[in-house]
């Protein structure tokens, strides 16, 4: 299922491959399309239903160029390209400072800390071939099971953002076969 879930079902989601080829076609350092849009993919192919796309998190990594403005332009820029989409684009060399980590060195560190395992996954397009990037793996995704990143454990001063996220997103309400971990 899981090689047949991106190599088939995501790849051939003409709605998906659109938006992997319009951020491709930017040419941002390090870019990705990451967390929800792909999870939510996977979790409604394995739920057999859809539900409707809540955001587009882009990702990308560039030092030069640090400031909100920057990506407020590229989601305009993105969303003249594929308009009436709900782009959010997000430069992880920037990120840290809302998120209280160290800084980030690339978008794998930035999507290693996203607080939970099946939210920690990005793909891209490259030369038309699917590129996935899944800092702990796919296997909690696929397995519908959401657990919390190392960075955001019990132990951690970050858990708390980890149990707010699962209380506001409701997910067990939309894909009923989740186990959360508590």
């Not at 030069?64 to 993105?78: C, G, I």
């Not at 796919?138 to 707010?164: G, M």
């Amino acid at each position: 299922m899981r090689g047949d879930c991106f190599n088939g079902e995501v790849k051939h989601d003409t709605n998906i491959l659109s938006i992997l080829q319009v951020v491709e076609n930017l040419n941002l350092n390090d870019a990705w399309v990451c967390a929800g849009l792909i999870r939510n993919k996977v979790w409604d192919i394995l739920h057999n239903t859809t539900t409707p796309i809540n955001d587009i998190d882009v990702i990308y990594y560039d030092t030069s160029e640090t400031s909100l403005e920057k990506e407020k332009r590229l989601e305009t820029k993105l969303g003249g390209l594929l308009p009436n989409q709900p782009w959010s684009v997000k430069n992880q060399a920037r990120m840290h400072l809302k998120s209280g980590f160290d800084s980030f060195n690339s978008s794998y560190d930035g999507v290693a800390h996203f607080p939970e395992t099946p939210t920690a996954i990005a793909v891209k397009l490259c030369n038309e071939k699917l590129e996935i990037m899944a800092p702990y793996g796919l296997k909690d995704l696929f397995e519908l099971k959401v657990k919390p990143t190392p960075f955001y454990q019990k132990n951690s001063e970050f858990y708390s953002i980890y149990l707010e996220r699962i209380k506001r997103k409701k997910w067990d309400d939309i894909w009923s076969s989740l186990s959360i971990e508590l």
